[in-house]
């Protein structure tokens, strides 16, 4: 099973460049989200969705956007780089929030913005 | 959002038992409480999930107390390979899964 798939695995980026990370998974979960952390630090929620055509705003959002249009696959955009983006970011999903649907997480995309 | 506070760092030695606990002072009725455990350069990885008292598997114990205001992750018999940053999670306000600060566990031998 290939469970949650990050792509890339790293990638560098010139300040104002704008980007998309690919975040697909293939257990039919509902709950898809997005974390960044930085170096020696927790994680940070950026974006959610509890399901196709439904998204919402974490506790870090500027700078970034998502859609979900389908079940499998949840991208998070980076409109315009920033060094303060420097960042691992992990995509995470879940059959639901509820009870008893633990977090699956994907291999990071590790972000340098220069 | 509802936080959940914890230990920043504990250290151990091999072969003794380690006792993780977290505050989750906001808890909602239905919310279960799941710990994760990182290494360095990997995601989270789920460890164990319980909604009260006690649960136990192959990995670690969760105690629960009846008020579930906090939680305590017990792992038997420390080893090195379980150096590594542990995070409790509850589910905190629409539908939204935020991480405390994790303990930063280091094991020595």
């Known amino acids: 099973n290939a469970g949650v798939t990050q792509t890339p695995k790293f990638q560098v980026l010139k300040t104002g460049q704008s980007m998309t990370l690919q975040c697909a998974q293939d257990?039919?979960?509902?709950?898809m989200s997005w974390y960044r952390q930085d170096p020696g630090m927790g994680l940070r929620l950026i974006h959610y969705?509890?399901?196709?055509?439904?998204?919402d705003q974490g506790e870090v959002p500027n700078g970034y956007n998502v859609s979900r249009s389908t079940t499998e696959d949840f991208p998070l955009r980076l409109l315009s780089a920033a060094p303060s983006q420097t960042s691992v970011y992990f995509c995470?999903?879940?059959?639901?929030?509820?009870?008893?649907?633990?977090?699956?997480f994907g291999n990071g995309t590790r972000l340098t913005v220069t | 959002l509802a936080k959940t506070t914890q230990p920043i760092s504990m250290d151990s030695y091999e072969g003794q038992e380690v006792n993780i606990t977290c505050s989750h002072n906001?808890?909602?009725?239905?919310?279960?409480i799941t710990w994760y455990q990182q290494f360095p350069s990997q995601g989270p990885r789920f460890i164990i999930q319980?909604?009260?008292t006690k649960v136990t598997n192959e990995v670690a114990s969760l105690f629960i107390p009846a008020d579930r205001k906090s939680s305590t992750l017990s792992l038997p018999r420390v080893s090195l390979s379980d150096t590594a940053v542990y995070y409790c999670?509850?589910?905190?306000?629409?539908?939204?899964?935020?991480f405390g600060s994790g303990t930063r566990l280091q094991v020595q031998p």
């Open positions: 995470a999903s879940s059959y639901s929030t509820g009870g008893g649907s633990p977090l699956h």
């Open positions: 257990m039919n979960h509902e709950y």
């Open positions: 969705s509890v399901g196709a055509g439904i998204t």
């Open positions: 906001n808890i909602a009725t239905n919310d279960y």
């Open positions: 319980g909604y009260k």
């Open positions: 999670l509850v589910k905190a306000g629409r539908r939204a899964l935020t």
